[in-house]
């Protein structure tokens, strides 16, 4: 069946431009992740939601940073006023339940210039 | 500071040999332990996992070891393969109601011709 998939698959921004990350997870899985990747770094969680709400947003780095999941399938995460060290791969995964294995697309490479 | 290591940025093995990628935590409170493969441009790949109640869990060509009083797990893989050259992370969760993975930096394995 389809994995998870992400869009775009690279975006490039001016400094203090608004862009919004589009993730679709794998059907039926109700758990959704956001994890940011940095060059060199292992992927450091963001956000997550059980359905349609955010269950634990304690990983977004600052109030630019949202999150949504309106139906409990497909989720945006959106950055304001992006700026430089905002630069990373921003991953999804989906999980059939928060107790399950995470499954990840393959990512949003997010450069701000 | 760094929950989860992986003291070793790469790792070059021969074709046919063993591979073995080491991992080190500082959270006793971690419970569940995975692996994850990631080439170029894709998201990371689930790999095996391992339960703290247990020291060995294996799939295929794939062993996982844990050593719970040294805090250090390690993923064999025996024989190794070119297709086995990819960046190796290592992900640690916590007590059973977390979700988030804590990821290492990775490993990055050459397996040669």
């Known amino acids: 069946g389809a994995g998870v998939s992400q869009t775009p698959s690279n975006k490039v921004t001016e400094k203090g431009k608004y862009v919004e990350l589009r993730c679709d997870p794998i059907s039926g899985h109700t758990a959704l992740y956001w994890y940011r990747q940095s060059l060199g770094q292992g992927p450091e969680f963001l956000i997550y939601f059980q359905g349609t709400g955010a269950a634990d947003d304690s990983g977004l780095p600052n109030d630019r940073f949202f999150a949504v999941r309106p139906e409990g399938s497909v989720s945006t995460l959106k950055i304001q006023r992006t700026e430089r060290g905002d630069s990373a791969v921003y991953l999804c995964?989906?999980?059939?339940?928060?107790?399950?294995?995470?499954?990840f697309g393959p990512g949003t490479r997010l450069t701000v210039l | 500071d760094q929950q989860v290591k992986q003291n070793s940025p790469s790792l070059s093995v021969q074709e046919g040999r063993i591979s073995i990628l080491n991992c080190d935590y500082t959270n006793s409170m971690f419970d569940y332990f995975l692996w994850y493969k990631k080439y170029p441009a894709e998201g990371p790949t689930f790999l095996i996992s391992?339960?703290?109640?247990?020291d060995k869990n294996e799939d295929g060509r794939f062993t996982v070891f844990l050593n719970k009083s040294a805090k250090h797990l390690s993923l064999h893989i025996v024989p190794s393969q070119p297709g086995d050259s990819a960046v190796y992370f290592c992900a640690a969760k916590g007590f059973s109601g977390t979700y988030k993975y804590i990821f290492g930096t990775g490993t990055r394995l050459k397996v040669l011709a």
């Open positions: 995964a989906s999980s059939p339940s928060n107790t399950d294995t995470q499954y």
């Open positions: 391992i339960s703290s109640i247990k």
